[in-house]
């Protein structure tokens, strides 16, 4: 089943995180709609402001491979070496990102622990989005 499978690529994800600064890992995992899996771990800098998230390492990584039709997101965080320490929201860059090229309808699994997760839409994580019909 792929919420499952989904789940796991983002948890095997996060065990690729390079987060020396904040000792966090994060890993996210991207199904397009044709069912294919893109993955992405939180990436630090020293300089801090050139980190990335996980969220936008997955999608950027799928955009650039020419992916453009997204269904859903898997995302786990928390202290790195420690099981995913409960929901994980996603901070407000990458809603915005993510919006840029999922629908309100995009499926986001906010994975708790190793077994549970809860689901939200994109629209219920982040309504009134800024589009490029706002330019
Ligand atoms: N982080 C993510 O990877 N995704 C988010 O949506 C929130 C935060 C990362 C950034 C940083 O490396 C660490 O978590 C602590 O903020």
């Known amino acids: 089943m792929k ?4 789940i796991k690529a983002a948890l095997s ?12 890992a994060v890993g996210a995992a991207l199904l397009t709609a044709d069912g294919k899996i893109y993955t992405g771990a939180n990436i630090e800098n020293a300089a801090f402001s050139p980190s990335v ?7 950027f ?5 020419g992916e453009r039709n997204f269904a859903a ?6 202290k790195r070496g420690d099981v995913p320490c409960g929901l ?15 629908s309100p309808d ?3 699994l906010l994975i708790q622990d190793n077994e549970r997760y809860e689901k939200r839409t994109l629209a219920e994580l982040f309504p009134d ?7």
């Open 13 to 24: 994800a996060r065990e690729r995180a390079y987060c020396p600064y904040s000792g966090i």
């Open 53 to 59: 998230c996980a969220e936008r390492v997955a999608l």
């Open 88 to 102: 994980f929201p996603p901070c407000g860059v990458c809603r915005q990102t993510l919006s840029e090229f999922c």
């Open 61 to 65: 990584s799928a955009v650039h491979a």
């Open 3 to 6: 919420e499952k499978e989904l």
């Open 73 to 78: 997101l898997a995302l786990c965080g928390g």
């Open 129 to 135: 989005r800024f589009g490029g019909e706002c330019l």
């Open 106 to 108: 995009f499926e986001i």
